[in-house]
């Protein structure tokens, strides 16, 4: 079945510092990776959807100049968290989709603290 | 604009009993696809089930039966006799049209007590 390896799973960083989380498909090839956040006991939230090969496009009140999404390959999306806050903080999951067989696969997530 | 709604937000069971949570969805594509999701405390999201817009047929799994009814807008979700292992958050979800985006509803937690 298909894979999607997100890393890392949790990260710990200081303020003001960036942070790098990775989402690749590992047996499919991802049209579309989604990336969402969930802050506690809530429900997960699109940030912004991206194609390989062009610009992510963000969902209404998320700072795209924060939240910075590469999509380089067809297996490979990554979001950068930079100048990160401790408002920042949150759990953060990668889907990929291939708009086929397999639909939306999730990864495992990355719970991130910002300190 | 797309929109999903659980409006149960907790629901507490003792064990063996048959529980259903809700979902009501809103959508102006003519296709679309209906997922539920489990979510354990660890945060992994839990593929349940998947669901397009032109299959009305109910389905069970085991213990899980969805009820999806296109009249009421409706795609809901049963476990018979839950056990502990069932505790967890469970998420309704949409996608549909052109973007491909998947929504979530806003999730029901489930307990289930000894």
């Known amino acids: 079945g298909a894979v999607v390896s997100q890393h890392p799973s949790r990260v710990i960083c200081k303020s003001g510092t960036s942070v790098k989380i990775e989402c690749r498909s590992l047996d499919f090839q991802a049209t579309t990776m989604f990336w969402y956040r969930q802050f506690p006991k809530q429900s997960l939230m699109l940030m912004a959807t991206s194609n390989e090969g062009s610009k992510a496009t963000y969902e209404q009140g998320v700072e795209k100049d924060k939240f910075l999404i590469n999509h380089a390959s067809l297996t490979l999306s990554t979001l950068t968290v930079t100048s990160a806050h401790p408002e920042d903080s949150s759990f953060y999951i990668c889907s990929a989709s291939d708009r086929g067989v397999y639909g939306y696969t999730f990864g495992s997530g990355t719970r991130l603290t910002v300190v | 604009a797309q929109k999903v709604t659980q409006a149960q937000t907790e629901i507490s069971v003792v064990e063996k009993e048959d529980v259903t949570l809700d979902c009501v969805y809103e959508t102006r594509d003519t296709t679309y696809y209906l997922f539920w999701y489990k979510q354990p405390p660890s945060g992994e999201l839990v593929f349940l089930i998947r669901r397009n817009s032109f299959d009305e047929q109910n389905e069970i799994s085991g213990r899980y039966s969805w009820n999806f009814q296109k009249s009421t807008s409706s795609f809901n979700f049963t476990i018979t006799a839950s056990q502990v292992v069932d505790s967890a958050v469970y998420f309704c979800?949409?996608?549909?049209?052109?973007?491909?985006?998947?929504?979530f509803g806003t999730g029901t937690r489930l307990q289930v007590f000894p």
């Open positions: 979800a949409l996608s549909g049209g052109d973007t491909d985006k998947l929504i």
